[in-house]
């Protein structure tokens, strides 16, 4: 399930990791092979090795301008930065005046390895002194006039060269002016990871202490680093033992690292022959990128200045898109990039932006594009194509409005689609014979996005409707009506003034039409007095989905203890909406905590004893209201910085899916012709990269965003054998376990996705 050769990968993520170059690679296995020696042997092979390492430590000196100072050959930059730390504060505590309150700063957008690390060994040297965060300007820039305020009570300082998520590189000899003028004995580290073969160092003209560097960021093998120790810099072995390093840093050495790097160091060195290009071809390339991205993305926005970056790194926002989405994207593509530091890959948002002060939304939608010196431009060129083959994709799956009219291949949407943000739902019914839709609780965030669906499938509105007034958000409604129904007269909810009245469950209702459907509201009150739900009703009067707001979530009922709210209300509407749904029918909440999707009175008898007993008629009203007063207490722990808009009655866990693997599915595709392969990426994922081995021609294409039209229109197919894919296997579970919770009991998916497959 390998994509086509015509659509090889394109590494656009050289921050987080570099391929080793094939002359560092053979440099390495030249090594392995005849230069195994040990290093500290006296033998003849011992002695060659030896020399290869000195030979490595002389260029990385010639490379650094280190002078006098110290190259210890280390694991990587992080042994690096505990080496500086670990060294500097022992020297430190060694004279501390029990008197005075210390501190050790660090900027702002350092990498979490150094502040982490300075936490720790100022916990474990019990030195007692605060770390603190040195500010940076909307540049990224350090704050000079904080470093002058701060420095004299430092026992240590540790800057950036260059920073791994937005290439903002710091003035080293500003800052060495500014540090030394008022603290000359403070000890400095600098982390230039992300400074080598993109910056020029001369660190003997500096007086900075300690400079860590890492080899699988510049082309060599992950296990090899070094770090600069200034001449007179105090010294600690961070590993002591067989005393190799010259007693500096013990463990046998690792040859094959050094001998890749050895050859990255020649490389750099020579002038001619070397893969490794001059800063103002790699500044053409960045501007090449630049303007590939912005014609893609017109409302794109960089989340740096080019002027104090280094080249190989672009970090930039698409408004109304999410990183995960756009790294999706462009993984589809072929394209890899991140969406910030690969050491923090949980993380939502960035931290260096933030500093940086910039909007939350450009933290929370930042990608990072970075490439190394060994650029080629045949990858500019194709990297190129492949952003505007990306940004096509959106545009065919209407989610950005294309300029021309050359996109043809739009899918017409007809039924249910889910939109999220963060937990909070908006749902659209479209009905493509008639062009009408409508809108269910419209986020603000999704405004955009709701806005492009519509102008894009040419849809026309009947109606913008809240389930009831939303205490975690401000609703962005009123904004969409304005826009496409200025005339329209609504009640606060966006209900319209006209309407029809209907009959269901023997009484009267209000409804709208929806081409051959209609949309009637019911009260159901309690969750607050205003609440509503909207139900979806076929010709024939059945009932197709119950919009509910938050009167039922998936494993939840929706907390009562809101001024506006009313347990005795919620208990009489619980029985009402039962009622009217019975027990199948697919419930469609304002909120979705645990990526559950949607879910059903039947399946949540089997979670919810509440709720449960509320339907059979085992719990009296009054019994109802103190049982639900007492879930609401919890809702506190649970909330932390949101509001939680239900009271959770059971446990969240998960169902144990079956998974398969690429060899064991191919077998039972082999084995099982009625198995169907359900491909959950969204539209333009899918749209580029759906060429997938032998299983692609058997996949269907069902996005997260439409699962859940999926289940109702198979609801009388549960016990089909269904198996999920996706890119990675993570999206996959998740549907798979929303699945089996609704009684999709032989659901499986495919562990790894389609990026661990090998056929």
């Known amino acids: 399930m390998h994509p086509s050769p015509a659509l090889s990968q394109i590494y656009l993520d050289a921050n987080a990791t570099t391929p080793v170059l094939p002359q560092a690679a053979k440099a390495a296995l030249g090594a392995m092979e005849e230069l195994f020696g040990n290093p500290s042997s006296s033998h003849i092979t011992g002695l060659k090795a030896k020399s290869l390492m000195e030979q490595t430590r ?22 690096g930065i505990q080496t500086a730390i670990l060294s500097a504060l022992i020297k430190a505590k060694a004279s501390l005046d029990p008197n005075k309150q210390y501190s050790l700063l660090y900027g702002a957008t350092e990498h979490k390895a150094v502040p982490n690390s300075l936490a720790h060994w100022n916990q474990l040297l019990e030195i007692g002194a605060e770390v603190k965060a040195i500010p940076v300007d909307d540049k990224g820039a350090l704050d000079l006039d904080f470093i002058a305020k701060e420095v004299p009570n ?58 860590p560097f890492s080899g699988h960021k510049l082309y060599a093998p992950k296990g090899i680093g070094f770090v600069y120790i200034r001449d007179g810099a105090p010294f600690t072995p961070f590993i002591a033992g067989g005393g190799q390093e010259g007693g500096l840093r013990s463990g046998t050495e690792n040859l094959p690292g050094m001998a890749a790097l050895n050859q990255v160091f020649a490389m750099l060195l020579a002038e001619q022959d070397t893969p ?28 740096h200045s080019f002027d104090n970056s280094v080249p190989t790194t672009l970090n930039f926002a698409v408004p109304g898109f999410s990183s995960k989405e756009i790294m999706d994207l462009f993984d589809a593509a072929n394209i890899r990039v991140s969406s910030g530091s690969a050491c923090s890959s949980k993380v939502t948002r960035s931290f260096v932006l933030d500093a940086m002060g910039l909007p939350a939304w450009q933290s929370e939608s930042a990608i990072r594009l970075s490439f190394g010196p060994a ?68 986020l603000p965030e999704l405004g955009q996005r709701i806005d492009t669906l519509l102008q894009c499938q040419q849809l026309s509105p009947i109606a913008f409707i809240d389930t009831h007034g939303h205490a975690d958000h401000v609703s962005g409604r009123v904004e969409l009506a304005a826009r496409y129904l200025p005339e329209q007269t609504s009640d606060h909810l966006g209900w319209p003034a006209t309407h029809q009245i209907t009959e269901i469950g023997a009484r009267p209702a209000q409804s709208l039409s929806l081409g051959q459907l209609s949309l009637v509201k019911v009260a159901t009150p309690g969750h607050t007095k205003d609440s ?100 609401d207490t919890h809702l506190k722990d649970e909330a932390g910085s949101e509001i939680i808009c239900g009271a959770y009655t059971g446990g969240c866990s998960k169902a144990k899916v079956k998974e398969y693997d690429s060899q064991t599915l191919n077998q039972q595709v082999g084995s099982s012709p009625n198995l169907k392969l359900l491909d959950i990426r969204e539209p333009h994922e899918y749209a580029l990269q759906h060429e997938l081995g032998t299983l692609g021609q058997q996949t269907i294409n069902v996005p997260m965003t439409r699962l859940v039209q999926f289940v109702q229109e198979n609801q009388l197919d549960r016990e089909a054998q269904w198996v999920l894919v996706c890119r990675s296997g993570s999206r996959s579970l998740v549907a798979a376990q929303a699945l089996h919770r609704l009684g999709f009991n032989n659901i499986a998916h495919l562990k790894g996705g389609y990026a661990l497959s090998d056929n």
């Open 276 to 303: 490794f290009h001059s800063g103002e071809r790699l500044e053409q390339y960045r501007q090449q990128l630049a303007q590939a991205l912005l014609n893609a993305f017109p409302t794109l926005v960089f989340n």
């Open 58 to 79: 002389l260029r990385a000196k010639q490379i650094l301008g280190s002078g006098q100072g110290k190259i210890i050959f280390t694991s990587g930059a992080t042994e």
């Open 532 to 631: 509503i739900s909207l139900l979806l009703c076929s010709a024939e009067g059945e009932v197709l989905y119950a919009f509910c707001g938050d009167l039922v979530l998936m494993g939840s009922l929706g907390r009562t203890n809101f001024d506006s709210s009313c347990a005795k209300q919620m208990y009489n509407s619980l029985k009402l909406l039962h009622s009217l749904v019975g027990d199948n029918t697919l419930l469609c909440p304002s909120h979705d905590y645990n990526n559950e999707f949607t879910t059903s009175f039947a399946a949540e008898f089997r979670v919810n004893p509440l709720l449960n007993e509320v339907i059979n008629g085992t719990i009296t009203m009054a019994q109802f209201e103190q049982q639900k007063a007492r879930l």
């Open 154 to 211: 430092a026992l240590m300082i540790c800057t950036m060269a260059v920073n791994n998520e937005t290439g903002v590189y710091q003035d080293l000899n500003a800052l060495d002016s500014c540090i030394r003028q008022h603290n000359p004995e403070v000890f400095w580290m600098v982390d230039c990871v992300q400074a080598l073969g993109k910056r020029p160092l001369t660190l003997a003209q500096t007086s900075i202490d300690y400079a």
């Open 375 to 442: 650029m080629t431009q045949l990858e500019v060129d194709q990297a190129c194509e492949r952003i505007q083959s990306a940004a096509n994709a959106l545009g065919n799956s209407c989610l950005t409005l294309s300029t021309d009219d050359v996109s043809t291949d739009k899918k017409p949407l007809n039924g249910l689609v889910q939109l999220k943000s963060g937990s909070s739902c908006s749902w659209i019914y479209a009905d493509q014979q008639s062009k009408q839709a409508v809108v269910i609780d419209p």
